[in-house]
């Protein structure tokens, strides 16, 4: 099972346990599941119809065609990534950066669900310091809590730097629907000598006395985050019924990325608490109610092997 090191800094209050550093274990589903959730608004992605569909699913295929297990559980960059050119590793580090954002936001600090801040300027009010940059990411934790995450990728080893310009993203936003942020995180995956890690700090809190704001609702928020995954499933031609864990999901087969992506069939709530997990590591469940079952082509046999020597 994939092991993901990282190091915490600055966290207080209800998170102060987080500083230092740790490790998580993860499942191959649960990679797949926060690189196919962590996307944009709804209002962005119907624009495009079934191509931004795709675009969610390239995003796993990353997470398959990038990522190779080590005996020892860490993650490894594949051939194909070492090969890449620089333009193409800035692509790949950035959505693994974002992949992990998501998966440590619900890990960590019951996030389950988040979404790009950038796409919001046409569908809701933002109000931020000219020429002020933002975070990528807006999140609304089990217990109702708002958090805000910057999150940066690298290829190479960790960037001092961008960690720095990422705090300062991070504090942007004082409020979100009139409510502060319990957390704004910066966070940096990169790749050291033996694999990848990720590492997040909790900036001071900004001294301006200018608002910078978001208005969204917590209803907005849950439909700009579900309407894309319902059109993932609904796109294909045949919708089945799934049980898992005591739950019922309605979802569809994704042959080409050799998996299921399925929603639970009754209403899921943002405050919804964490549900019984799949007892399959092919398997994960989020704290979101989206299922994703991946195929054998994901085992961990498989995921050892570079992609060209992988059986599909």
Known sequence: MPQIPYSATNFSGAFTHLNGNGQISVAWAQLVWAAITVGKAAGDEYAYGIYSALERLHRASMMRAYLLEASSGLLLQTMPYVASDPSEKTSISFYIGMTLAKLFAEALFNVPRMLHFAVYGQNYQIAAGQGASRPDLIGLSASGNWFVFEAKGRSNGFDSGALVTAKDQAEQINLIDNVAPLCRIASQSFFSTNGLRFRMDDPQRS??????????????????????????????????????????????????????????????????????????????????????????????????????????
């Open 207 to 312: 001294r301006s006395n200018r608002p910078r704001t978001l208005d969204i609702t917590r209803n907005d928020f849950e439909h700009a985050y579900y309407d894309p995954i319902r059109a993932i499933v609904e796109s294909r031609g045949s919708i089945t019924q799934l049980a898992v864990a005591r739950r019922t999901f309605r979802g569809a087969q994704i042959k080409e990325l050799d998996c299921w992506i399925a929603l639970a069939e009754q209403d899921v709530s943002l405050t919804d608490q964490s549900e019984p997990n799949s007892p399959f590591s092919s398997e994960y469940i989020g704290n979101d109610g989206v299922l994703v079952r991946l195929g054998s082509s994901w085992s961990e046999a498989n995921m050892r092997l570079q992609p060209h020597l992988r059986l599909v």
